[in-house]
């Protein structure tokens, strides 16, 4: 994680005196955040042990972001642990299914293509509509088509930009909602920088890494130790610490607010149980320039940095011994849980 100081000369780009992103003494090498958690990604391949007491988490996630997908275009992905096929349907509706054909297993994003507001399947043509329902055997004219020709669909919205779907474990409906970005919409606004990378950490961990401001002492080198308000109301958590504001929305987004003139989203796709991608977004004021936004950008990820050593070296304690002072980790804990199908309070 980053924190803020409102002190100039402690590392500031220029423009940047009010708004600085410290780096701490634990600098990453090599400094790339994806070629420091390739490196142990690699490592780990073939490892075989599970790491993490919990099941993929419930919530809305993005899987990318709307200007990425095109009208009748469709992409791959593996996230929540299966393969899936993201699509913009003809009339521009985004869509999310899985990938493979119930009929004889075909991956239909693999050789498919988007018709109408679904897709038809590479292997025989069967057409399965935005819902997932089957509505046409194209050999099979005039005859029933199976009640169990359908595969599985994910409720998608759009907003600020981003593609967000809702996955739950047990096929449950959306109980919270997605958050608003205005300043990802407003022209008064640079257009947001995107950054991302795959990590082998779950979003659990970085949750919780935002409850433990006594890590930012010691990992990032912040001086003197954020004090911080926390309000917890069900799915929305808000932290503030002056004028430095965090809110989660689930477990899959952050926004990160510094006074008026700064605004970072993060949010974190579970590639697998063991795994994420994960996302930010900065924007700030035109007025503030461009040279501004990419250094606050550069200077929050060398911070991320930090922590993706830690976490992707890290077991996790499932009763971790901690002190009176750091309370707000098991605040976290308690939080997160509602995000999980099939855990013991």
Same mark, same amino acid.
């Given at each position: 994680?980053?924190?803020?100081?409102?002190?100039?000369?402690?590392?500031?780009?220029?423009? +940047?005196?009010?708004?600085?992103?410290?780096?701490?003494?634990?600098? /990453?090498?090599?400094?790339?955040? *994806?070629?420091?958690?390739?490196?142990?990604?690699?490592?780990?391949?073939?490892?075989?042990?599970?790491?993490?007491?919990?099941?993929?988490?419930?919530?809305?996630?993005? %899987?990318?972001?709307?200007?990425?997908?095109?009208?009748?275009?469709?992409?791959?992905?593996?996230?929540?642990?299966?393969?899936?096929?993201?699509?913009?349907?003809?009339?521009?509706?985004?869509?999310? +299914?899985?990938?493979?054909?119930?009929?004889?297993?075909?991956?239909?994003?693999?050789?498919?293509?988007?018709?109408?507001?679904?897709?038809?399947?590479?292997?025989?043509?069967?057409?399965?509509?935005?819902?997932?329902?089957?509505?046409?055997?194209?050999?099979?004219?005039?005859?029933?088509?199976?009640?169990?020709?359908?595969?599985?669909?994910?409720?998608?919205?759009?907003?600020?930009?981003?593609?967000?779907?809702?996955?739950?474990?047990?096929?449950?409906?959306? =109980?919270?909602?997605?958050?608003?970005?205005?300043?990802?919409?407003?022209?008064?606004?640079?257009?947001? &920088?995107?950054?991302? %990378?795959?990590?082998?950490?779950?979003?659990?961990?970085?949750? &919780?890494?935002?409850?433990?401001?006594? *890590?930012?002492?010691? %990992?990032?080198?912040?001086?003197?130790?954020?004090?911080?308000? +926390?309000?917890?109301?069900?799915?929305?958590?808000?932290?503030?610490?002056?004028?430095?504001?965090?809110?989660?929305?689930?477990?899959?987004?952050?926004?990160? /607010? %510094?006074?008026?003139?700064?605004?970072?989203?993060? /949010?974190?796709?579970?590639?697998?149980?063991?795994?994420?991608?994960?996302?930010?977004? =900065?924007? +700030?004021?035109?007025?503030?320039?461009?040279?501004?936004?990419?250094?606050?950008?550069?200077? =929050?990820?060398?911070?991320?940095?930090?922590?993706?050593?830690?976490?992707?070296?890290?077991?996790?304690?499932?009763?971790?011994?901690?002190?009176?002072?750091?309370?707000?980790?098991?605040?976290?804990? &308690?939080?997160?849980?509602?995000?999980?199908?099939?855990?013991? /309070?």
């Amino acid at each position: 994680m980053s924190t803020t100081t409102n002190e100039p000369g402690t590392g500031a780009r220029p423009g +940047m005196e009010d708004a600085v992103f410290e780096v701490g003494p634990m600098r /990453s090498d090599p400094a790339s955040v *994806h070629d420091l958690s390739r490196r142990v990604q690699i490592r780990r391949e073939g490892v075989g042990e599970k790491r993490y007491p919990f099941p993929i988490p419930n919530g809305w996630f993005v %899987v990318d972001e709307s200007r990425e997908l095109a009208p009748g275009e469709h992409k791959n992905l593996y996230a929540f642990g299966k393969d899936l096929v993201l699509f913009r349907s003809e009339s521009g509706e985004a869509r999310l +299914m899985d990938a493979y054909c119930p009929h004889l297993g075909a991956h239909i994003g693999v050789g498919g293509r988007v018709e109408g507001d679904g897709m038809r399947c590479p292997f025989h043509g069967w057409h399965f509509d935005g819902g997932g329902r089957c509505i046409d055997i194209p050999y099979a004219e005039g005859k029933a088509i199976p009640a169990k020709a359908k595969i599985r669909t994910y409720p998608i919205i759009e907003s600020s930009h981003m593609i967000w779907a809702w996955h739950h474990l047990e096929g449950g409906e959306p =109980f919270y909602d997605v958050p608003h970005i205005p300043e990802f919409e407003d022209p008064d606004w640079q257009p947001y &920088e995107t950054y991302e %990378v795959e990590v082998a950490t779950i979003a659990q961990e970085f949750a &919780e890494g935002e409850f433990d401001v006594q *890590h930012f002492k010691y %990992v990032h080198g912040a001086t003197p130790l954020p004090s911080t308000d +926390m309000v917890v109301n069900g799915t929305y958590r808000h932290n503030s610490n002056g004028n430095f504001t965090i809110e989660n929305f689930g477990l899959g987004c952050t926004l990160i /607010s %510094v006074g008026d003139s700064i605004r970072i989203g993060q /949010s974190l796709l579970p590639i697998d149980d063991e795994n994420v991608r994960m996302r930010w977004w =900065f924007t +700030m004021p035109n007025s503030m320039g461009d040279a501004a936004l990419k250094g606050l950008a550069a200077n =929050f990820l060398d911070g991320i940095s930090q922590d993706i050593v830690i976490w992707e070296n890290k077991r996790y304690e499932p009763k971790p011994l901690v002190t009176a002072v750091e309370r707000n980790i098991r605040v976290g804990r &308690e939080w997160a849980l509602q995000f999980y199908s099939g855990l013991d /309070s």
